[in-house]
């Protein structure tokens, strides 16, 4: 089966920390992509990672593929308030046929506090 | 702006209605993804359309149909409404060349709530 495992689920962290967020997914890919959605807002692109060892950074946020151990993360650095979103990650596993669905995680809901 | 339209933004209908959401895609882009998001499933996937044709189902009830049609747009109708039916509805498309990257794009969604 073809899963994709994000946490946390949810996280409240206080503005100025780190953290990170973790996404596994079951069998082998290397095309994975990380989405923002605010509340009630469709879902943007912030990511795309096509290779292992791939790392890109936008502002505080930078995400890392290990196609390896079938994992990226997704790090925060000194978090402030307008962080405060859904990050969701997606994995193509069929990227060769180049039309199948992405494979959604659940979600992690981040909240920053003052 | 992702480029992905949705109508209507809003829908409030009752039980047992039947509505179509439409969605026009990226310029270019040949696929078409239909989701359901609501508080206690979170991202389902429904249904996707490749060139006017179905490619994968994913959690579609027998309810719902979709598809796609030779300008590419796309409708997905709800029939026999139910209250869990109310969610948000995004559509997302690709240009879903192979061998390349699929990233998808997602419309502004269509919030439905079913009274």
């Known amino acids: 089966e073809l899963k994709v495992e994000q946490n946390p689920l949810f996280l409240s962290m206080q503005e100025g920390k780190n953290y990170t967020i973790y996404c596994n997914y079951s069998?082998?890919?290397?095309?994975l992509y990380w989405y923002r959605q605010d509340p009630g807002k469709s879902l943007e692109s912030l990511f795309v990672?096509?290779?292992?060892?791939a790392v890109k950074q936008e502002g505080r946020l930078m995400a890392s593929l290990d196609t390896k151990a079938r994992l990226s993360t997704l790090h925060i650095t000194a978090a402030v308030h307008d962080l405060s979103a859904t990050y969701f990650c997606a994995v193509d596993f069929n990227f060769l046929s180049g039309n199948t669905p992405l494979v959604f995680g659940k979600g992690t809901r981040l909240s920053v506090i003052a | 702006d992702s480029g992905v339209t949705q109508t209507p933004k809003h829908l409030i209908t009752a039980t047992g209605q039947r509505v179509t959401l439409r969605c026009s895609p990226r310029s270019g882009d040949l696929s078409v993804y239909w989701y359901q998001q609501s508080l206690d499933q979170g991202l389902q996937f429904l249904i996707q359309?490749?060139?006017?044709?179905?490619?994968a189902k994913g959690n579609i009830l027998e309810r719902f149909s979709a598809q796609q049609f030779p300008d590419l747009h796309s409708e997905l109708n709800l029939s026999s409404l139910e209250l869990g039916d109310s969610a948000l509805y995004f559509c997302a498309s690709s240009v879903s060349t192979s061998g390349t990257y699929n990233e998808q794009f997602f419309g502004p969604g269509t919030r439905l709530t079913v009274l």
């Open positions: 359309y490749y060139n006017g044709e179905e490619r």
């Open positions: 069998t082998t890919s290397d095309r």
């Open positions: 990672l096509l290779s292992n060892g």
